[in-house]
């Protein structure tokens, strides 16, 4: 860990032979200063950055409330898929072949998670992804990640989703990129339900990835245990998520928030969720503190956000509006106040790595003996 510098590292993260220390100082390539964040999130949230732009049409309905708490906001992102598809029509790319840059263009239509395509390329950058390797993307939604990282990195990545109809979506958006769909696809389903069933096939992945959708899987435990049979021994993981501010804990306000608002019953401190991925059984666990970098992102869509009101109504509907103003304005008093971000890597340790550990632990003491030093020459065995 001697790339990361030793600050804070006692009381942020506890002190662990496995644990490299993490930092909230970032690789000046990660970096994302507010104002780099102003001129991207236009773009991330589908937001005007040019006359052309101000002609889009994104129109979405507001599909059923929260579903019970096991799981997504319906009203969070179904709206997302008759968006996209809109869209598209407005620029005139209703049928036909797409490329993954129509797709990345339509920011948040097409990435969910926080930083959109700078989040994909850190994690084609933090994992080494190739064309020699298999990816399990958890939580893939309309396959904005997938689609992207797999073109770039020339990966093969199979994504798994819970709702049904952006799950869809995403497939039939795959399939119009030529070349993509050989090496992307998505399947429905509960990730945990699949990995029991054996529908999702024991160690058969060289990485899992998940970008902001942890949050949402009440069941901790056996969502890591799924993770950790789906991939390969010796695989490498990486999770962004939320998680509290070091040393930080939730007021009754900010719990509420976080359960009826964003539907995410399970955000706990960075030292429980680096304990939760150790019991699981992996190794080599690092934690990166995205907090400072996510709040100033959140606000600044906010504030974008709420200056394109005239717009949205007229392509999205008010409705559509006021409840991403009203999620938008939670989402920012929470990171302002307790909530902070994580990016989590590690990995599920080799046999080889295994023998290794248990032949550290023998006792290699002299059982007797003599060796060979030289030709007929020897010696008492001394260890």
């Not at 939604?141 to 819970?162: D, F």
């Not at 992996?282 to 606000?299: A, H, P």
Request: glycine letters at 10%; proline letters at 5%.
């Amino acid at each position: 860990s001697s790339h990361f510098p030793p600050r804070s590292r006692a009381h942020i993260w506890p002190p662990d032979a496995r644990r490299r220390t993490p930092t909230s100082k970032m690789h000046p390539r990660c970096g994302y200063a507010l104002s780099r964040a102003v001129p991207a999130l236009r773009h991330a949230c589908g937001l005007p950055t040019a006359p052309a732009l101000r002609q889009r049409a994104v129109a979405g309905t507001m599909r059923g409330a929260a579903t019970e708490r096991s799981g997504m906001t319906e009203a969070m992102y179904n709206w997302r898929v008759v968006a996209i598809m809109n869209a598209l029509k407005e620029r005139g790319k209703e049928t036909g072949d797409l490329t993954v840059e129509d797709l990345t263009a339509l920011g948040h239509l097409d990435q969910y998670h926080y930083l959109g395509v700078e989040a994909n390329d850190h994690v084609i950058e933090l994992l080494g992804l190739d064309e020699s390797v298999h990816v399990l993307d958890i939580g893939s939604g309309i396959g904005g990640p997938a689609r992207y990282i797999a073109a770039k990195s020339g990966c093969t990545i199979t994504g798994v989703e819970l709702q049904e109809d952006i799950c869809v979506a995403g497939q039939e958006l795959t399939a119009r990129v030529p070349g993509l769909a050989d090496r992307v696809s998505f399947k429905v389903g509960d990730i945990i339900s699949m990995s029991k069933e054996g529908k999702i096939a024991a160690e058969s992945f060289d990485h899992v990835m998940s970008l902001l959708v942890f949050l949402h899987i009440p069941d901790r435990t056996s969502l890591l245990k799924a993770c950790y049979d789906a991939m390969k021994p010796g695989g490498t993981f990486i999770i962004e998520d939320f998680a509290a501010k070091p040393g930080k804990a939730f007021t009754e306000q900010e719990k509420s928030w976080l359960l009826d608002v964003v539907s995410a019953p399970n955000v706990s401190t960075p030292e429980t969720y680096a304990k939760d991925l150790e019991a699981a059984g992996f190794v080599d666990i690092e934690l990166v503190d995205l907090s400072g970098i996510w709040q100033k992102w959140t606000k600044a869509r906010h504030v974008l956000y709420r200056e394109s009101e005239e717009e949205t109504v007229k392509t999205q509907g008010k409705a559509v509006f006021e409840s991403r103003v009203k999620f938008y304005e939670v989402i920012d008093k929470l990171f302002a106040g307790n909530l902070g971000g994580l990016r989590i890597t590690g990995r599920k340790p080799s046999p080889l790595e295994a023998r290794l550990l248990e032949g550290r632990t023998k006792d290699l003491g002299s059982t007797g003996g003599v060796v060979n030093v030289v030709e007929g020459k020897t010696r008492q065995r001394v260890l």
